[in-house]
Antibody, heavy 120, light 107 residues
């Protein structure tokens, strides 16, 4: 059974860079697409992008294209979400989630989330 | 982009009552619609995939129906532990989108 464990909460200042991680355990991590989802506190869910750890193929939401970079290190079953220059509006909980089969599919399981706070 | 409109935004329900949540897509998405439950402080959990298929381990009181543009999540005989926010999600086309969520409160 695959489990996704995300890196811990971060507090950053505007303009700083950040990279958070999502590590998979169990068989087959590198054979499934992984999605990233943003949730602003008290708000809904927004799909940001997805990545295939096996070859780092990526797809981005137009809302996040150019603002974030997804990457993967298949040797350690880990995917990453990176910002070059954070803004206060990036304050949110970020989840990774495995996609069922292919990438036009349901999301499960989800990681526990990484809370990112951007404040001066 | 496909817009998913969920209703109601909020519902206060007594235990054992039936709950119905709807999700309407802005265009035909076949059965590529999934439902999630998110309890406070937790990650979302998959309940229903492909509009009507119950996910492994999900209690039988949760069911889904619909296809095309109109979908329904039903909770038969609500339990206190069902207090949560429920989201629909379409995987028919990129960018994937979610409904705004329905918060279910237990009276």
């Amino acid at each position: 059974e695959v489990q996704l464990v995300q890196s811990g909460a971060e507090v950053k200042k505007p303009g700083q860079s950040l990279k958070i991680s999502c590590k998979g355990s169990g068989d087959g991590f590198n054979k499934y697409w992984i999605a990233w989802v943003r949730q602003v506190p008290g708000k809904g869910l927004e799909w940001m992008g997805l990545i295939y750890p096996g070859d780092s193929d990526t797809r981005y939401s137009p809302s996040f294209q150019g603002q974030i970079t997804l990457s993967a290190d298949k040797s350690i079953s880990t995917v990453y979400l990176r910002w070059r220059s954070l803004q206060a509006s990036d304050t949110a909980m970020y989840y990774c989630a495995r996609i069922g089969t292919g990438y036009y599919d349901w999301f499960d399981p989800w990681g526990q989330g990484t809370l990112v706070t951007v404040s001066s | 982009e496909i817009v998913l409109s969920q209703s109601p935004d909020f519902q206060s329900v007594t235990p054992k009552e039936k709950v119905t949540i709807t999700c309407r897509a802005s265009q035909d998405i076949d059965s590529n619609l999934h439902w999630y439950q998110q309890k406070p402080g937790q990650s979302p959990k998959l309940l229903i995939k492909y509009a009507s298929q119950s996910f492994s381990g999900v209690p039988s009181r949760f069911s889904g129906s619909g296809s095309g543009t109109d979908f329904t999540l039903t909770i038969n005989s609500l339990e206190p532990e069902d207090a949560a926010t429920y989201f629909c999600h379409q995987s028919n086309s990129l960018p994937f989108t979610f409904g705004g969520g329905t918060k279910v409160e237990i009276k």
